[in-house]
């Protein structure tokens, strides 16, 4: 008889605004930060097992995806059986669309995906604050990748609110062959910020939002959030990997509203102006060489879906 299994669907995420606060005194910075979850989906599934195991498979490169207790899916079921004294394990199948230390949130969708799937399939039935504490544990970023939709991030990213919005996005993303480590671009911030700091404004301890960029996601109106998306990674994410330049360049030459480095990078994330036009843009890009795939947001954070 073939094991029980439980298939969920998370989505990646682009910030359209981040801002980085100073850092604070455990060593982390607050920030602001604007999300949308994006139509780039993992696709988690689980099944009873008597301990914990992982497959990875995908059409993103996944050779830096460890298959053992390190990945994130394992961590979060383990997080899971210990809160709810549940004794069994579970196998869990990750098939990743989202590039893999791109900035999007890959390994945050899994995490979200596998709390949901494991307590479906155990039957656990954690309330949905419980598992927001649980998500918050795991990561950041995980707390939105169960939400979804378009939220604002503040504290460590993790204090979520949702933000009001309307209509739909069409992006074009450029995902790179290689992967920015965040902690490795939040230090060259740092690093930057220090040394010239005769010359810049000190960054807020506190930073907020823009109201620029509520007022687009509200009117659903790309002209406005092009002109209002900003990311404080952009600059240090550039510094480490100036290829990075020519791509954001190339998107705006081809068409696109605007270019922004998503999250840590190194995935550049164009906003266009309606569906035709990103298809324009995806042909221009894949035309000068460069891996590319469209999404849309926001949509839906992450789900159960019957196979
Ligand atoms: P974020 O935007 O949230 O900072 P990211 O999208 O840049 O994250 P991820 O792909 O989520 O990066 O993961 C980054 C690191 O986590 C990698 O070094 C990878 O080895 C490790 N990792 C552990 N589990 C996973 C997983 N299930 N998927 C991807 N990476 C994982």
Redesign the pocket.
Known sequence: MAARGVHVRAPGKINVFLKVGSVIDDGYHDVAIAYQAVSLYEEVRVSEADDFSVE?TGTVDIS???VDG????ITAARLLAAKTGYTGGAHIQ?E?R?P?????????A?AAATLLACDALWGTELPRDEMLELARKL?A?VPFAFTGGTAIGTGRGDELSPALAQGSFSWVLALADF?LS?PEVYRELDVHRERHAQDIYPADPRPVVDTDVLQALRAGDPHMLAAAMHNDLQAPALHLEPSLTGVLELGEQNGALAGIVS??GPTVAFLASDADSALELQVALSASRLNVVRATGPVHGARIVGD
Not at 70 to 73: E, F, V, Y
Not at 100 to 108: A, D, I, R
């Open positions: 990875v830096r995806v460890p390190a990945n994130i899916a990750v990743k989202v893999v230390t791109g900035g999007m949130g890959g390994g945050s899994d990561g970023d992967g965040t999250g840590s």
